[in-house]
């Protein structure tokens, strides 16, 4: 069966420093997958999906971006945190489009 | 912009009865809907898909979609308080996001 895994489950950052959040998907092959935030109270707002290995599509410009160097793997990064950037992070993985996504655990991440 | 609406509620329903939740999208072309939970602190949980007009039933939960009047519920029957949690209806609008609502949240009432 198929399992995702993301990292770590909560991290407090200062402002301005970088960030690094990984999710890996087992039991399949060549997945969808999506970075996801949620704020308090708040929608999911999708930040990035990739079909293929080095394959991203940006959603909403901001200090984020996200790499894909294996095909089970996908990581978001910053640079330079701002306290905007505090939310729920969610990692997601689908078979293909149209079909369900199915999320990690998530990563809580405050920012001071 | 293609949309999913719901009511954000809350809606309280006693426990044993039906919690009715619904959801409206702006595609008329979109092919595939799902119903999330998502219990306050985690992660949402997939608990229904449906991709024909009509219900589809699970268990306690039955998913109905309308295509021509585009929107789709979800409902609950023998609500328990382990319901309790906000519901997020998706839906693809022909590539390979999924576009959320922004939830209802739902209580049941001992």
């Known amino acids: 069966s198929q399992t995702i895994h993301q990292w770590p489950a909560t991290l407090v950052q200062p402002v301005g420093s970088p960030l690094s959040l990984e999710c890996t998907v087992e039991?399949?092959?060549?997945?969808?997958l999506y970075w996801y935030r949620q704020a308090a109270g708040r929608g999911l707002q999708l930040l990035f999906y990739?079909?293929?290995?080095?394959?991203i599509s940006s959603e909403v410009p901001q200090n984020l971006s996200a790499s894909r160097p294996q095909d089970r793997q996908f990581i978001l990064s910053s640079k330079k945190l701002l306290l905007s950037d505090s939310g729920f992070y969610l990692c997601a993985w689908s078979v293909i489009w149209g079909q369900p996504q199915h999320f990690g655990d998530g990563t809580r991440l405050s920012i001071l | 912009q293609k949309e999913v609406e719901q009511n954000s509620g809350p809606l309280s329903v006693p426990e044993g009865a039906i919690a009715s939740l619904n959801c409206t999208y702006s595609?008329?072309?979109?092919?595939?809907f799902f119903w999330y939970r998502q219990y306050s602190g985690k992660s949402p949980e997939l608990i229904m898909f449906?991709?024909?007009?009509g219900d589809k039933e699970d268990g306690r939960f039955t998913a109905q979609l309308n295509k021509a009047s585009q929107y789709v519920s979800l409902l609950i029957r023998d609500s328990q308080p382990s319901d309790s949690a906000t519901y997020l209806c998706a839906a693809y609008f022909g590539n390979e996001k999924l576009t959320f609502g922004t939830g209802t949240r739902l209580t049941i009432i001992p």
């Open positions: 449906i991709y024909s007009n």
């Open positions: 990739s079909v293929g290995i080095g394959q």
């Open positions: 039991g399949t092959s060549n997945p969808n």
């Open positions: 595609d008329r072309g979109s092919q595939s």
